[in-house]
């Protein structure tokens, strides 16, 4: 029988004992029933992390590619299960050594490094997105810095709301997610129920030039921000707010098409002006608009101009930017007129921030998926 939430045992014996006794007679004698000792055994015993080994090819979800301490030795920031690793990446398979390292010396080897969570963190915070953030021109001098935007679930969230931060990614970094008591700020969302809703992780865009990031959500948002160069570090983990502000697009493009961020991809052109969006048609084929964000060097963005650049007639899928045959002449003349100019407009931050947005790819790829059907039923007509 069940008293409470504990169970106990009265055996067929005791209770014919307890029935022959008569009513309103007390008596010590009475057995008492036996409570049952029972241990469910689970994974959450004193709140420690399960041990589960990471498996790139079972819990792979997103791979990013960042520069390494040497550039010929790139490095790979991977979304694997929840955590973001960090691992070399070879060339061909070819430089891969037979055996592991197992020599001494000052020229060790890359490593593999878990980036979020810490070691005490694992059960707290559950990582959706890593993303590489390219460092701007005016910042290159910093070879050794890497930034990743991480989203994930913030830990002091009691509904587990949705956070950016921005965490260096370089092997030399101080894991910053290994105390719950000294974790960092999001520079956006986490702590407010309902900061950002539901991010689609798959959808995290960072542009080229490394100043700013896209994302849609399950509400059919499509938002974008700028980031921030540095992160900000709580001590005491009591306040949640940055002044960071996100700007959502509209939803519809210019020629009224609807614009929903449910289904689609999102592509920055490299000088992280222009966003071109893969979304659904009032007749739910694939189009793709591109929207204007304004001038990429200033710290706001400005919404301009959201044309429609496929008709609706046909499927349009993965946009991608590119160059032309025309473009690689026209960086041609560029570089011709950029070498004319003093080398004090070469020195200018200014200067070099204008020729990494007007520099790159100009021309928008994307794939069609048309079904041609024929009036004609024969081949004789």
């Known amino acids: 029988m069940r008293i409470g939430a504990d169970l106990y045992l009265l055996t067929r014996q005791e209770i014919e004992t307890q029935l022959s006794v008569p009513t309103g007679q007390v008596t010590a004698a009475l057995p008492k029933p036996t409570r049952l000792s029972i241990h469910v055994w689970s ?135 290994n105390d719950l008591d000294h974790l960092p700020t999001p520079f956006l969302g986490g702590g407010v129920t309902g900061g950002l809703g539901s991010i689609h992780g798959e959808d995290v865009t960072v542009s080229p030039c490394g100043r700013r990031m896209a994302w849609t959500d399950t509400n059919g948002r499509i938002c974008v921000v700028t980031l921030p160069l540095y992160q900000a570090q709580n001590e005491t983990s009591t306040t949640t707010a940055t002044s960071v502000e996100y700007q959502t697009l509209p939803t519809e493009n210019e020629r009224g098409e609807p614009m929903v961020g449910l289904e689609g991809t999102l592509s920055w052109s490299p000088g992280g002006r222009y966003l071109a969006i893969q979304h659904l048609a009032a007749n739910k084929f694939d189009i793709i608009s591109i929207a204007d964000c304004g001038d990429p060097t200033a710290v706001d963005i400005v919404l301009g101009r959201v044309v429609q650049a496929t008709p609706s007639r046909f499927n349009s899928r993965y946009p991608y930017w590119g160059t032309a045959r025309a473009d690689d002449a026209l960086q041609s003349w560029k570089q011709k007129l950029d070498t004319l100019q003093t080398a004090t407009e070469d020195d200018d931050d200014s200067a070099k921030s204008k020729k990494e947005a007007s520099s790159g790819a100009t021309t928008l790829y994307f794939l069609s998926d048309r079904d041609v059907q024929s009036d004609v039923s024969s081949p004789w007509g």
């Open 43 to 177: 994974d959450f015993h004193e709140t420690q992390e399960r041990l589960i080994p990471v498996k790139v090819l079972d819990h792979f979800i997103a791979m990013d590619v960042l520069p390494g301490a040497m550039p010929e030795h790139p490095m790979a920031l991977l979304t694997l299960r929840g955590q973001a690793w960090v691992t070399p990446a070879a060339a061909s398979t070819d430089d891969v050594p037979p055996v592991p390292y197992q020599g001494s010396g000052q020229s060790m080897p890359a490593r593999t490094y878990r980036l979020a969570p810490g070691s005490l963190t694992g059960g707290a915070l559950r990582v959706l997105m890593a993303r590489h953030v390219p460092l701007p021109a005016t910042t290159s001098s910093s070879s050794s810095r890497t930034l990743a935007v991480i989203l994930a679930t913030d830990p002091l969230s009691p509904t587990a709301e949705h956070a950016f931060y921005l965490v260096e990614s370089h092997a030399s970094a101080p894991n910053v997610f």
